[in-house]
């Protein structure tokens, strides 16, 4: 049995807020949820700062 297994999350049809969506480990979370649940809605945050490459994390979004 795999991680993956052990969590039963119900987030079909739900909307949820990702902190942080245009960073790497955001982006790629909400590639995850949006490929496993059905109808899910992700809102995206980020405060777009310069402290990593800006044109990076507009690509992400």
Partial sequence: M???DKIN???NNKTILV???AGFIGSNLVLSLIKKFK??????LDNMNDYY?????????
Avoid: P, Q
């Fill in 19 to 21: 902190t942080g969506a």
């Fill in 53 to 61: 490459d800006v044109s990076l994390k507009e690509c992400r979004l």
């Fill in 9 to 11: 999350l119900e987030l």
């Fill in 39 to 44: 109808g899910l809605t992700v809102a995206g």
């Fill in 2 to 4: 795999n991680y993956n």
